[in-house]
């Protein structure tokens, strides 16, 4: 497993890991979370079947962010 910090975005950090299994994930951490940010974005790849854009995960609760110490996280899959 690997965590290697992306210097880009500028309200929170962006990590991509790689799991045990090879695969690949985008973990953004924000402070200032807005939600149409990752309801488009899903809405485009799901509906339209835009490929080029990552995929949330949602949480068990169904929502596509998790709050841990006043930041909202974000996971997302690579597609690269």
Not at 34 to 50: C, G, H, Q
Not at 51 to 80: H, M, W
């Amino acid at each position: 497993m690997s965590i290697n910090f992306l210097p880009i975005g500028e309200d929170g950090w962006v990590y991509k890991v790689v799991d045990e299994n090879e695969k690949k994930w985008f973990l953004k951490l924000k402070s200032k979370f807005n939600k149409e940010s990752i309801v488009l974005p899903s809405y485009l790849k799901n509906t339209l079947n835009y490929d080029f854009i990552p995929e949330t995960l949602k949480t068990n609760d169904g929502d596509y962010t998790a709050e841990i110490d006043g930041l909202s996280r974000i996971v997302q899959q690579c597609n690269t």
